[in-house]
């Protein structure tokens, strides 16, 4: 199957996940994660209609997007990936939303830069649903309280919730803890559900998906 098949069998795949969940299938976003795969595995799937993409690292991004987004205008660029607070500038100027806000460090830096470069990337807070040790993220219960911190002390407008669910389990539980912090928090937009379980993830409201095998193939 060529990479323009696999897109458009994800997509397919999204709108009948959608029926099924009786949700409007354009009220879920495709971010197609090309993270590995250079600008020329990229470029078939821009051609092919795709404008939102996802990078786990800031580095890699820099090497392959500003062209990529010069050749083809409305790409919509995400970060999945952790950030580093030295990177925060380079973040914020790639990048047009951040989806990985997990700490105030972070949540400084990137307020800075937007004030300093005068751009304004929409942030979504990244959840550790499994309350794995080794993975990034705010602690379920501690949402609140760091949401707070984002908006009333630091100034920044949040849209909407993370979560990557531990591999090992079902993602279910994890899914719906997301939705339930979201609404508890005001926020209705849901970052949630990859390549293994999208569809899922569309059943318990991800308003975005965030597939890169399925599309680009194994990495
Ligand atoms: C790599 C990655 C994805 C995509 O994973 P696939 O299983 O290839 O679809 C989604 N979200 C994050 C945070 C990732 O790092």
Redesign the pocket.
């Known amino acids: 199957m060529s990479v323009e098949e696999r897109l458009a069998e994800v997509r397919q795949r999204i709108r009948k996940a959608a029926a099924e969940a009786d949700r409007e299938p354009d009220s879920i976003e495709l971010?197609a994660?090309s993270?590995t795969f250079d600008a020329e595995y990229i470029r078939p799937v821009i051609a092919a209609g795709q404008r939102m993409f996802?990078e786990?690292r800031v580095q890699e991004a820099q090497g392959k997007w500003p062209g990529l987004k010069q050749e083809t205008g409305g790409i919509e660029l995400h970060l999945?990936?952790p950030l580093q607070s030295n990177k925060a500038a380079d973040a914020v100027a790639l990048f047009d939303v951040i989806?990985?806000v997990d700490r105030e460090k972070i949540a400084r830096a990137l307020a800075v830069e937007m004030q300093q470069q005068g751009r304004t990337p929409r942030l979504y807070v990244q959840v550790n649903t499994g309350m794995e040790p080794q993975k990034a993220g705010i602690a379920p219960d501690e949402v609140p309280t760091f949401l707070k911190l984002c908006r009333e002390v630091i100034g920044l407008s949040i849209e909407g919730l993370?979560c990557?669910p531990p591999a090992n389990e079902n993602p279910g539980p994890h899914f719906a803890l997301l939705a339930k912090l979201a609404a508890e928090n005001g926020l209705d937009r849901l970052s949630m559900g990859?390549?293994?379980d999208?569809e899922t993830a569309i059943g318990f409201g991800a308003t975005s998906v965030?597939?890169?095998?399925?599309?680009?193939g194994?990495?």
């Open positions: 971010i994660v993270k996802g786990n999945i990936g989806e990985t993370m990557i990859m390549s293994g999208f965030r597939v890169g095998s399925a599309i680009f194994s990495r």
